[in-house]
């Protein structure tokens, strides 16, 4: 469950720094309107999207072992269930 919070986090972090150099970068040169914030937005969901793609791929392994392992553990208990069953 670590992993999934760490990589959560990360991506939480990577949106939110895309989305404050988007927003100033809109800020400088296009007046603040909603349809600009929406737009902000959108851009910085595709920015953060691909970042995450690169810097985070190290986390998203780690991310997808811990599924892997409790996936098997899971299993694995459901087997063991399964043999105690037949047993009885």
């Known amino acids: 469950m670590k992993a999934f919070w760490t990589y959560t986090l990360a991506r939480f972090a990577v949106f939110g720094v895309s989305f404050g150099v988007v927003w100033l970068i809109s800020s400088i040169w296009l007046e603040t309107t909603r349809v600009t914030t ?15 793609i ?8 780690q991310l997808a072992q811990s599924v892997q392992e409790r996936a098997t553990r899971m299993t694995q208990r459901v087997e063991e269930s399964r043999r105690a069953e037949d047993i009885d």
Do not use: E
């Open 54 to 61: 690169f810097v985070l791929a190290g986390l998203r392994d």
């Open 38 to 52: 929406l737009w902000v937005l959108l851009i910085s969901l595709v920015v953060s999207s691909v970042i995450s």
